[in-house]
């Protein structure tokens, strides 16, 4: 394609007096495989007695048209006129060309006459008496000083100086070609009929004209004539491409049937006046332009919902603020949030998979009509961001934008928990059942994220929300405590907590008292970790409508009731194909149930918990019955043995985030 060129840039040309930089200009090239009337009235300029017919410009008359083929001649043109040089720059454009020539007797195996040319000429219009041996060319009073460079395509001996009736010849401001080669030689016929493709080629010094000769079905251009020759000193600056013919007392039908032109663009000349007057211009309209841009992104940013205001200010001030990313950068990340991108639906939203920097992270996108408004994302962005834990899912950065709430997050291979336990269809039980070993594992890392959550970390923390499907599984296995959408819940809920619409979580891990009191506490979250323990061992979901009767109520009063039955190790999953230490497991179990005691304040803290864990502390003391869920719970103060930070808790029911 076209070569770049100097180019005297607007600015430049003000900055630097006239220097210039360099810049890729476009061709001036087009592509006729056929002609038609929509691209003769579009792009042509056809003179009298040219048209368009059978797909073909005919640039002399047509047998099938006109009555009268003496003495006619032709020129069609390409409208555009083409830069062939600029004083101004000093620079000459090259061009080549390639068309397909047909001249046929008007009527069989008559004599021939006049010929055709491809022409570059400075007027377009046809001269009167360009008929006969001028060939569209010339005339008898322009020949000598027309601005016309011609390649002929000749087929009658006219005047003593034509070669032959089937020569090529290059004329340079006059009908008497500067060279001439006859076709005789080349197994070429002119006026045979058949389609001769010419190929024209000037690289600024020099021109070539070569004929394709076809033989035994394949062919080469064989170059004609090739000699160097400067345009610009016969030319003008701009000039018309096209072709010319004619006919005399002999006729022929001059048609072109195909035309490809690729020009260099060198580009418009630069006027001085011009510039100093444009440049001003252009830059006061695109100072202002921006100043525009500027204004309408900060009203646009600021104005869709007063309550959005300041909320990086919220996330920027808090201890470990997140990166904050760009709209623009989040959706290249995630193809456009590409539906195939997508790894889970969830209550706040759709988390996409995406590439940050070859770095795979899920993007949770809030959607618009989720209940996590602009205070839950910023309790979910800063609860998060602030917090360090190996069992706690990293947050990598957020983003606010156009109204866009998203979250980034490190990615998880291997998705959510649930997947794994739940021998469930609906789940996708393709996942091969976690060992014993594993879900052990699991279990011990939800516990070390809770007890962080509790009671290591600057501020207490509820999660309030803890399920197999928030808990993330790493590369290891490990497990990731997520979603800590719900957190900021419960800080609003601080407000107006008696609303039973502040009620959060999920049915089946909800403690009996959460409906009464209508808000969380460490003991709900406990709560909620006992049931997990209980489905991550059983391979249950937690309350499981259907098959059993005696599921009916739950995973926990199923688990009494096997309790009571002294058959609590039937309820461990089957496809664990009893692999595991049934004094383990029946602690386990238990340790599971007495986080699910119905008095809140029976329930063992996360602390207690890990210690039962790693076997510091003994397996919790709890009765065979289920006890009965009594309402108010028995206060702290008749507890035998008092934890006091455990009392504490108990005494000053915490919100979500609440200083310790
Ligand atoms: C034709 O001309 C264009 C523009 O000058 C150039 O880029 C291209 O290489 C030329 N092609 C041939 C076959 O000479
Ligand atoms: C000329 O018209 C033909 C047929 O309508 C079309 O295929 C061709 O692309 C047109 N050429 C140009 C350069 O527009
Ligand atoms: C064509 O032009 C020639 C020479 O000028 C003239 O003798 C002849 O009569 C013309 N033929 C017609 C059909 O006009
Ligand atoms: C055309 O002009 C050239 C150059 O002026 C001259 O040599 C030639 O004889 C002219 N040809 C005719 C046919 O008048
Ligand atoms: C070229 O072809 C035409 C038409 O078929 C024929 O009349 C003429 O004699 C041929 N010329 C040569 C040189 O073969
Ligand atoms: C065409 O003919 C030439 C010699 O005349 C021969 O060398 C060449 O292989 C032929 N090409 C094909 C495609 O037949
Ligand atoms: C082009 O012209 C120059 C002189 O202007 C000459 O030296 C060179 O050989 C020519 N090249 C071709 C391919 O004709
Ligand atoms: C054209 O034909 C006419 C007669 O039909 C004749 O008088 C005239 O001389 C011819 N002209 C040329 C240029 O051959």
């Known amino acids: 394609m076209c070569p770049p060129r100097a180019f005297e840039s607007l600015f430049l040309a003000l900055l630097l007096l006239g220097g210039g930089i360099p810049i890729q200009v476009g061709c001036f090239s087009f592509d006729f495989p056929k002609f038609s009337d929509q691209n003769a009235s579009d792009l042509l300029m056809l003179s009298e007695n040219s048209r368009i017919d059978v797909e073909a410009i005919q640039i002399t008359p047509n047998v099938r048209i006109d009555s009268y083929l003496e003495n006619k001649s032709g020129r069609a043109f390409y409208k555009k006129q083409f830069r062939l040089w600029s004083k101004s720059k000093g620079v000459t454009a090259t061009f080549n060309t390639t068309f397909l020539l047909n ?47 011609a390649v002929e ?99 022929e039908l001059n048609c072109v049937r195909a035309w490809e032109f690729e020009g260099e663009d060198i580009g418009e000349d630069v006027n001085l006046l011009w510039v100093w007057i444009t440049v001003p211009v252009v830059v006061i309209v695109l100072i202002s332009g921006i100043f525009f841009y500027l204004y309408w992104e900060r009203k646009n940013r600021e104005r869709p919902e007063d309550a959005y ?32 991108n997508k790894l889970g639906k969830g209550g706040f939203g759709t988390v996409y998979k995406g590439l940050l920097a070859d770095k795979e992270v899920a993007v949770k996108r809030v959607s618009k009509d989720s209940r996590q408004g602009k205070q839950e994302f910023i309790a979910e962005v800063t609860t998060i961001g602030s917090l360090r834990h190996k069992n706690l899912v990293k947050l990598i950065g957020w983003c606010y934008e ?7 997050y490190e990615y998880m291979p291997h ?70 959408g719900l957190a900021r819940t419960i800080q609003q809920s601080d407000v107006t907590h008696h609303s039973t619409k502040e009620i959060a979580g999920t049915p089946g891990y909800m403690a009996p008292e959460t409906f009464l009191v209508g808000r969380a506490t460490v003991e709900t979250d ?24 005696d599921y009916n109520n739950g995973i926990v009063y199923w688990l009494w009731e096997l309790r009571r039955k002294d058959r609590i190790l039937d309820a461990v999953d089957s496809r664990l194909k009893g692999e595991f ?33 790693t076997g510091e502390a003994p397996p919790p003391l709890l009765p065979t019955e289920r006890p009965a869920f009594v309402w108010p719970a028995m206060p702290p103060s008749f507890k035998e043995d008092t934890d006091t930070a455990f009392i504490k808790s108990q005494s000053t029911p915490f919100t979500d985030i609440a200083g310790r």
């Open 153 to 251: 395509f000749d087929t009658r001996k006219s005047y003593p100086d034509d070669l032959d009736d089937n020569h090529v010849g290059l004329d340079v401001n006059s009908i008497n070609s500067i060279k001439q080669v006859s076709l005789g030689g080349y197994g070429v016929n002119l006026s045979s009929g058949n389609d001769a493709s010419v190929r024209v080629v000037y690289d600024g010094k020099n021109i070539t004209v070569a004929v394709l000769v076809m033989s035994n079905g394949t062919g080469e251009y064989t170059p004609l004539i090739s000699l160097p020759l400067v345009l610009s000193d016969y030319l003008p600056e701009m000039v018309f491409v096209g072709f010319s013919a004619s006919t005399s007392n002999y006729t």
């Open 309 to 340: 205001q300041g909320m990086e200010d919220q996330i920027r001030g808090s201890s470990m603020a997140p990166r904050m990313f760009k709209l623009r950068e989040l959706r290249k990340a995630t193809g456009n949030f590409n539906p195939k």
């Open 581 to 613: 230490d049934e004094d383990e497991m029946v602690g386990m179990l238990v340790l599971g149930l007495a986080c699910c005691h119905p008095n809140p304040h029976q329930r063992p803290s996360m602390r207690t918990v890990l210690q039962i864990l």
């Open 402 to 408: 156009k109204r866009e709430l998203l979250i980034v």
């Open 415 to 484: 998705g959510s928990l649930d997947k794994f336990v739940f021998g469930d269809d609906k789940l996708g039980s393709e996942e091969q059942p976690l060992s014993w070993e594993k879900r052990h594992i699991i279990i011990h890392g939800v516990a070390q994220a809770l007890d962080y959550l509790h009671n290591g970390c600057e501020k207490r923390v509820l999660h309030r929300d803890i399920k197999a499907s928030n808990i993330m599984l790493d590369s290891d296995f490990s497990a990731r405590l997520g979603d800590f």
């Open 103 to 149: 001249i046929s007797p008007a009527t069989p195996n008559t004599p021939v006459g006049e010929g055709m040319a491809f022409i570059l000429a400075a007027d377009s219009t046809l001269p009167d008496g360009s008929d006969g041996q001028w060939l569209g060319i010339e005339t008898a009073a322009s020949n000598g000083s027309s601005g016309v460079v």
């Open 526 to 549: 406990i709560y909620a970790f006992g049931v997990l323990v209980l489905e991550v061992i059983c391979g249950r979901k937690p309350a499981n409508t259907g098959e059993h009767n």
